[in-house]
């Protein structure tokens, strides 16, 4: 039981260049959650899944976008990347059956140049 | 109002001492209350839920004020390891999102 996987660890990308972050996980949950945390900012929602085959805008959607493949993975994706997404990425998953524990991911390091 | 605030500390805390944390939130509709831990450049995880009627797991206290809209976590005996951030977790309300607040950093010094 991997709980919550995200590739990659650590990314470097030029300024417009594009990429896609991966998680998976092998928990049957139901729910999955992309994050960004920089410094002093806390973690701040992107997007969010409650369910397979919806997705929803959280707190800072703008530049991203994202897909629910399936139960297990949700990827985001930065179409052309800015400085100013240089952060942090969590990926989190939760029951969503009323017991509300979230569970991350490692992160992925981002740094645009 | 922000819908979850915290004192971001640093708190310095020589080992042994008790310290303790508040976290305030907005929306009285909300249904669940947690305490995450987080490490420097890790992810957070779970420390403890928080309950209506407080609940204890070791040297944490963990309790729920819904009339003032607070929670607060209690750390008695600290250790050095205790050193890290703890985020205030509340959610999820009517349109399913779960709130983070920026957390509070903890520093216990030997």
């Known amino acids: 039981n991997a709980g919550v996987t995200q590739t990659p660890k650590f990314q470097v990308l030029k300024t417009g260049q594009s990429m896609t972050l991966q998680c998976a996980q092998d928990?049957?949950?139901?729910?999955m959650y992309w994050y960004r945390q920089d410094p002093g900012m806390g973690l701040r929602l992107i997007y969010y899944s409650a369910s397979e085959g919806t997705t929803d805008k959280g707190e800072v959607p703008n530049g991203y976008n994202v897909s629910r493949l399936n139960k297990r993975e949700f990827s985001l994706r930065l179409e052309s990347a800015a400085p100013s997404q240089t952060s942090v990425y969590f990926c989190?998953?939760?029951?969503?059956?009323?017991?509300?524990?979230?569970?991350f991911g490692p992160g992925t390091r981002l740094t645009v140049t | 109002r922000k819908e979850v605030e915290q004192d971001p500390g640093p708190f310095n805390v020589p080992e042994g001492a008790t310290v303790a944390f508040n976290c305030t939130y907005s929306n009285s509709a909300s249904q669940s209350f947690f305490w995450y831990r987080q490490d420097c450049r890790k992810e957070p995880k779970l420390l403890m839920s928080v309950y209506s009627s407080g609940n204890e797991d070791g040297r944490f206290t963990a309790q729920l004020n819904r009339a003032s809209q607070y929670i607060s976590l209690l750390i008695r005996d600290s250790k050095l390891s205790d050193s890290a951030t703890y985020l205030c977790?509340?959610?999820?309300?009517?349109?399913?999102?779960?709130?983070f607040g920026k957390g509070t950093r903890l520093h216990i010094l030997p």
């Open positions: 928990m049957n949950h139901n729910s």
């Open positions: 977790v509340v959610g999820p309300n009517r349109d399913d999102k779960i709130i």
């Open positions: 989190a998953s939760i029951t969503g059956t009323g017991y509300y524990e979230q569970y």
